[in-house]
Structures are given as structure tokens and as C-alpha cells.
């Protein structure tokens, strides 16, 4: 009787809170919404007469609970009818919507003593919002129960699960993915102050340990590796496939649920995620059952496996959307300002950054990290057992501004405050937590290779091909050199006798092949569709007699990988250096690229799907630069630099991820660690079945082509 009495009181004393909570906001906005109205000339609590303080007051009053109420009830409808919208148009209506809702709540005044130009609603709305926002959390901040609730109520839940479901005092593990951070970059941000949140965790006896990448050092590669524990046949971040005709690319859905399939099916489970996990923000579903912005499942049809489904319980808080779309519009004047900035001061390397960049950024920066930030959260306070999360924030920016500098540094500082709000809503979980930051490949510095040459990876192929080139390309130094070698080597060869080689005569006879040429960062890939098999050297070389000298010569690219009949395969290096792959060693042609090199070369050039050249840039150890083939000053996809170490922070009480004096390589290796550290925390994860991604089921997914024009490398 007395546990029921004093259980009585507290509720009573819970809903007693609330209630003065509630008036207390009320309050708050409705004063707040007096000085607007005694601030702006379009905004209008009176009528045309004039009326008394006290009548203005209660019109006030009456206008902010109207407000409230709407933002309560139909926000969240309205929100919900709009997931079909893209998400940065979401971002950018939001204040409109809110505005809207103000006028809706104008009109329920009596008398039509409410009033407001459409402009000023937009103003005050987003106002109103913030304050009550401000005035919310202010209040929860002394009372423990009111900040769970609240923190329940930003990230879309009601209640925690059953207390039964969360294993008891069982840790659950949370893996932030710091997109792009390396190993280097991190040590310098925290040396620098810029992440105190991590400084004091290694101070606290964190582990900084940092793992080495494929080749593939990119995210499509790592993150399908560390998620599921295979990366095999991934060659580069876009690639052609010759058996299928399929040109892939990781950020698009069709081929990121192909590439979930294969490896679901080369591993036998589902991934690192099966035992009651989330995914968010991620490539790959690491075979999760809570999903938000996850590339895989958006190609799948289904309320609960649309792409923006996850926007909806972050979004449905009409004070989370306009301090997010606010911030979305602050981050693009931010992006202008910046750009305008490094133009006027000349600064080298550069990039363009105009066009749609600065939204692409700011949805990278605000939007996705706001909305992936909630859900962890809101996983937290549900108690799930894993989650793995990507922040690309850092990345997107490190691409167009480089990975050193003002620009980054500020988003590094962001990325850690969101390090520390998840680190703080953790104490309020049902059960502890360990964080574990990681990334998924570092960034390389360096000017394009178009801009230090004056034509890209594609002209320079072509021209070696002896394909038409623009006039632009044949002013080059490059490019003439190119083009005449290649007329050179035709007439060499059509000199020939016929009976010497008459497959040769045939084949320089016929009307030239169009090569396909991609770029993932600073790796380029060539490949020839018209020949069904991995093209020799010996069989380019009869085509297109001055291609591979071409390539392996030029001053910007630092080895080539191609196949030969004699050799199997061979590296070809600068001034004639030619090494087998089965001999290839840390030393010779790839002696600057450092330790594990010539290992991640070997297990490449094995893939069913590398292409006919595989092309790295040049890099200098001197100062860190390599030459992307793409429109990227700070780059990653290849070896070279910085862009190949990863790094892996972990709590003391996990193990420790590899032995003394022992190495942690490969994307894979560190899928096995992860999974380690999750049976130490909740015993065996118990894989699930290939339901829904096993080509045997006949999902629409498991074979889709990647049509259409190859998407710029963004948030990958």
C-alpha cells in the first residue's frame, strides 16, 4: 500500500510538473510573440481600433496556444504527406509550412484580430518555435524525468521498449563512422583542441588504433567490408562489369543492393547488424531491422523501407525543423562565403564549388548529420544492441576544400559537439553503452590531375588510343605526346608484313574501340566492353600499340596494373620498370605507396571484376599530394598518402582490436574485430537468414541495373 501511495504521489507530482511546464511555455511564446508584434510593422495582434493590453495580451495568449496546438497535431501530418518530397526541398519548406500554420493560427483568433504579410509569418513562426524549443529544454535541464521525456519526444519515440527487452545491464555498443576522418586528421584535431570530447576520452584511456585500407580505400569498399564482412570484387568506387554491361557505382540504390546481395551471400548471414541492430545514414544495411538513409533499402518498396522514412520522427518536431532548416541556410551563406573567400586569396588547389554544391554541402553537414544524430539517440533511449552510424560531413567538405584547413576544421569541431550529445544522451538510456568511433578511409591532398596537366584520366587514354581528342587536349603538352606516339606506333605496326602478325593488320584495320574510363578518386579504370574477358597486355598492346606506355610513363601517374599472358599480370612503372604481381614486393614501383601496397595490389588484381588498366596517380611523400582523377582536391579510392589510414577508437573495456606489434589491414579484419567486440558485450550474434536479399527469393532487387549517367562522387 505504501509503494502504491508514494508511486501515486510521484505521478501526481510528474503530471504537476508538466502542467506548469506547459503553462510556462505558453507563457514564454505568448510574450514573445507580444514583442514581435511591437517589433514588426506587418505583424498585428489589435484590431483596427485598438485594443487594451490586457485585450492584446489574451490575443496573444490565445494565438501561441493555437500555435502550439497546430504545430502538435497537424505538424506531424503534414510532415508524413511530404516524405516523397526530396529532402532538401523538405529543408527548404519548412519555414514555409511553419509560416503557414502561424496564419492558419491567426484565423482561429476571435474578432479577426490576428494578422500577418505571409513574409513576417515566416519570421515569426520560426521565432515562436525557437523560443519554445529553448524554453522547453531549459526547464528539463534540473528534472531528469522531464529531459528523457523530452529527449523521447525529439527522436520520434514515446516510451522505451519493455525493460525485459533490453537484456538488463547487458552494454549495448554505438559505432560512429567519422566519414573521411583519418588517422592523421584526427591526432592533429585533437592535438589542436578542436574535439575535446575525444581528447578526453583518450585521456580516460581510450584506444587510438589505426588500420590500413584495400585499395579500394573508399566507402563503398570499406563499408560494405566492415558491415558484412566482405568487400571481395569491389575494385574501385564506380567500375564496369563486362559479363553484365552493368556500369556500378556504390552511391546508387540499384547497385548498392546488388553489392549487399553478393556479399550476403559470399559471407552465409546478414551482416554485422542481425541481432536487433540499426543502421543510419549508412550504404548498407549491415542487415539491421531499423533502418533511416540507408542507400541499400532505398531502391525497396514498402512503407517501412522508404528512402525518407527516416526523416519523418526527426522531422515531425516542427522546432527540430526549422532550427535544422535554419542552420541548412546558414551552412550554404557559410559555403558561399568561403568559396568567395579562397578566390579572392588566389588559393591553390582549387576546385568549383558553385552550381548546387553549396546545398549538397549543406545537407551533408546539417540535415543528414541532425537527422542520423536523433536516431542514434532515439536508438539509445530504445535500447537496441548495435547501432553503426555514418557522419559524412567532414568528407563532403574535405573533397572540394581540401582535407586540411579553416573549412574542415570547423567541421570536425561540429562533429565532435555531436559526439558529445550522443555521449550525454547515453546517461539517460535504459542500459549503458559503449561508443566507438571509427572511419572508413582518411583523404589525400592534392591538385587535379586536369588541372596539373590540362586534361583528364579519359582525354589522356584516348589520345594514347589514338581516338579524336578536343583541340584543347592537343595543345597540351600531355596530349601531343600522347596522340604522336600513338600515330607512331600505328605506323610502325601497318608497316609490318601481313604473315608477321595478321591478327595485328586486322585489329589496327578495324574501326578503333571506345574505352570506358572511370575515375574513383585518384584510381582510374579502363576497360575495352567490346571484349568479353580481361583484355592482355599483349592484346592492347596489338590495339592500341602506345596506350600502356603512354599511361605508365606520364609524369602524373604512378603505376599501372594490367594483365599479361605471359606474366599473368604485371605492374608497369616509369622508365620501362615492368613487375609481375606474383613478385611484387613493398619496393620497385611501388616502393613510395609504403608498407601493405603490393598486398593490396595482389588481392585486386584477383578480382573477377578489375578492370583491363587500372590506373594509380602519382604521389609525393614529400608533401602528401596525389592527382585525382576526378574534380577533388581532397580525394580517396586509391593508394597514396593519407587516404589509406583509417582509424579505430575504442573503450578500455573492450579488447584490444589486434595484438602488440600486430596490424590491423583491411576492411574485412576490421568487420571481424567489430563483431568480437559485440559477442564480448551480448554474446554470439546469431546471423538471420538471407530472407529478402537471397537471389532465390526472387526480390526485384537482386538484379538492377545501373542505368544512366555515371553520379558524381558525393557522400561516399
Known amino acids: 500500500m505504501g509503494d502504491a501511495r508514494w508511486g501515486g504521489a510521484d505521478r501526481w507530482r510528474s503530471a504537476g510538473r508538466t502542467v506548469v511546464r506547459v503553462i510556462v511555455v505558453w507563457a514564454v511564446s505568448t510574450l514573445t510573440m507580444l514583442v514581435l508584434a511591437g517589433l514588426l510593422p506587418d505583424f498585428q495582434l489589435q484590431s483596427a481600433d485598438g485594443d487594451s493590453l490586457t485585450r492584446t495580451a489574451l490575443t496573444a495568449a490565445t494565438a501561441a496556444g493555437a500555435f502550439g496546438l497546430l504545430g502538435a497535431l497537424v505538424w506531424p501530418v503534414i510532415v508524413r504527406a511530404l516524405l516523397l518530397v526530396p529532402a532538401l526541398v523538405l529543408g527548404l519548406l519548412v519555414f514555409f509550412l511553419n509560416g503557414s500554420l502561424l496564419l492558419v493560427a491567426l484565423r482561429l483568433i476571435p474578432d479577426g484580430r490576428g494578422a500577418a504579410a505571409p513574409e513576417t509569418a515566416v519570421v515569426v ?127 546508387r540504390p540499384a547497385s548498392a543492393v546488388e553489392l549487399q546481395r553478393r556479399a550476403v551471400r559470399r559471407t552465409g548471414d546478414a551482416g554485422l547488424l542481425t541481432v536487433d541492430g540499426a543502421s543510419r545514414g549508412n550504404l548498407f544495411s549491415g542487415g539491421a531491422d531499423q533502418l533511416a538513409l540507408v542507400l541499400s533499402m532505398a531502391a525497396r518498396r514498402g512503407r517501412r523501407n522508404r528512402s525518407r522514412a527516416g526523416y519523418f520522427a526527426y522531422f515531425s518536431d516542427p522546432a527540430n525543423a526549422v532550427r535544422t532548416a535554419g542552420s541548412l541556410l546558414a551552412e550554404c551563406v ?127 587514354v584516348r589520345a594514347g588510343c589514338g581516338l579524336p581528342v578536343p583541340r584543347r587536349v592537343r595543345r597540351t603538352r600531355s596530349g601531343s605526346e600522347a596522340r604522336d606516339a600513338a600515330r607512331d606506333a600505328l605506323r610502325s605496326a601497318l608497316h609490318r608484313p601481313v604473315d608477321e602478325s595478321g591478327e595485328a593488320a586486322r585489329e589496327l584495320s578495324a574501326r578503333p574501340s571506345e574505352p570506358v574510363v572511370l575515375a574513383s578518386g585518384n584510381l582510374g579504370l579502363v576497360s575495352f566492353p567490346d571484349v568479353p574477358h580481361r583484355m592482355t597486355r599483349e592484346e592492347i598492346d596489338r590495339r592500341h600499340p602506345a596506350l600502356l606506355r603512354t599511361l605508365a610513363h606520364h609524369p602524373g601517374i604512378g603505376f599501372v596494373l594490367v594483365a599479361s599472358a605471359e606474366h599473368g599480370s604485371v605492374v ?85 582490436p589486434v595484438r602488440e606489434g600486430e596490424e590491423l589491414v583491411g576492411a574485412e579484419r576490421v ?46
Open 125 to 251: 513562426a520560426a521565432v515562436m518555435s525557437a523560443v519554445a524549443s529553448a524554453t522547453s529544454t531549459a526547464l528539463a535541464v534540473r528534472d531528469d524525468d522531464a529531459y528523457r521525456r523530452r529527449l523521447y519526444r525529439l527522436t520520434g519515440r514515446t516510451r522505451p521498449r519493455d525493460p525485459g527487452d533490453t537484456a538488463g545491464a547487458v552494454p549495448g555498443t554505438v559505432f560512429l563512422q567519422l566519414d573521411g576522418v583519418g588517422h592523421h586528421v584526427l591526432r592533429g584535431a585533437v592535438a589542436d583542441g578542436l574535439m575535446p570530447t575525444v581528447a578526453g576520452w583518450l585521456a580516460a584511456g581510450h584506444r587510438l588504433t589505426p588500420w590500413r585500407t584495400d585499395w579500394s580505400s573508399q566507402t563503398g569498399a570499406s563499408q560494405l567490408g566492415i558491415l558484412h564482412g566482405s568487400n571481395e570484387d569491389v575494385p574501385a568506387f564506380r567500375w564496369y562489369e563486362k559479363d553484365t554491361g552493368r556500369l556500378m557505382v556504390s552511391n
Open 334 to 460: 557559410r559555403e558561399m562565403c568561403q568559396s568567395t573567400r579562397a578566390l579572392l586569396r588566389r588559393e591553390t588547389p582549387r576546385v568549383s564549388r558553385g552550381g548546387t554544391y553549396p546545398f549538397v554541402r549543406a545537407f551533408a553537414t546539417v540535415v543528414e548529420r541532425d537527422v542520423v544524430v536523433s536516431a542514434v539517440m532515439g536508438d539509445m533511449l530504445a535500447g537496441r544492441t548495435a547501432v553503426y552510424a555514418d557522419l559524412v560531413a567532414y568528407d563532403e567538405v574535405a573533397h572540394h576544400s581540401g582535407p586540411h584547413g579553416r573549412d574542415t576544421d570547423q567541421v570536425l569541431a561540429r562533429l565532435d559537439r555531436a559526439i558529445a550529445l550522443i555521449a550525454t544522451v547515453a546517461e539517460h538510456a535504459p542500459r549503458p553503452y559503449r561508443i566507438v568511433l571509427l572511419s572508413d578511409h582518411g583523404q589525400s591532398p592534392g591538385e587535379t590531375f586536369e588541372s596539373a596537366y590540362g586534361l583528364t584520366l579519359k582525354e589522356l
Open 572 to 656: 608497369l612503372g616509369r622508365d620501362g620498370v615492368e613487375v609481375p604481381v606474383a613478385e611484387l614486393a613493398d619496393d620497385g614501383p611501388l616502393a613510395v605507396f609504403g608498407r601493405g601496397a603490393a598486398r593490396a595490389v595482389r588481392r585486386t588484381d584477383g578480382f573477377p571484376h578489375v578492370a583491363d588498366i587500372m590506373v594509380n596517380s602519382m604521389y609525393d611523400p614529400a608533401t602528401g599530394t596525389v592527382h585525382a582523377f576526378e574534380e577533388q582536391i581532397g580525394s580517396h579510392g586509391g593508394l597514396g598518402g593519407e587516404q589509406s589510414h583509417a582509424f579505430l577508437l575504442s573503450p578500455p573495456d573492450l579488447s584490444p
Open 671 to 716: 568487420h571481424r574485430v567489430l563483431r568480437r567486440w559485440l559477442r564480448e558485450s551480448s554474446g554470439p550474434q546469431v546471423p538471420l537468414g538471407l530472407l529478402e536479399i537471397s537471389p532465390s527469393t526472387g526480390a526485384p532487387e537482386s538484379v538492377l541495373p545501373a542505368d544512366g549517367p555515371v553520379s558524381p562522387d558525393k557522400n561516399h
